[in-house]
């Protein structure tokens, strides 16, 4: 059974950072392209960042220097750094793996950006 679990949300005020984890099991993760998107309120979800099995990143201009994708292959995890936070990155985060058109997704995590 693969499951994908996100954990590091939460509430932060402008200009702080947070960084989210996802931890895959059930799959070898380090074979997909792992990624992030988000979805705020009354918004479509929406790429943040990805990262393939080799390691290239790409992001999101909305995301671009403030944010850094990277995996730790060996305990199946991606993590996604969160600076300099603006309030219109609140949304719920959720972590994807996918590889040759087979596409797995966590539960998501909050992230709230306020003051």
């Known amino acids: 059974q693969v499951q994908l679990v996100e954990s590091g949300g939460g509430l932060v005020q402008p200009g702080g950072s947070l960084r989210l984890s996802c931890a895959a099991s059930g799959i070898s993760s380090s074979f997909y392209t792992m990624g992030w998107y988000r979805q705020a309120p009354g918004k479509q979800r929406e790429l943040v960042a990805t990262?393939?099995?080799?390691?290239?990143?790409k992001y999101a201009d909305s995301v671009k220097v403030r944010f850094t994708i990277s995996r730790l292959s060996g305990k199946n995890t991606v993590y996604l750094q969160m600076n300099s936070l603006k309030p219109e990155d609140t949304a719920v985060y959720f972590c994807?793996?996918?590889?040759?058109?087979?596409?797995?997704w966590g539960q998501g995590t909050q992230v709230t950006v306020s003051s």
């Open positions: 994807y793996a996918a590889r040759n058109g087979q596409d797995y």
């Open positions: 990262i393939t099995s080799g390691g290239s990143g």
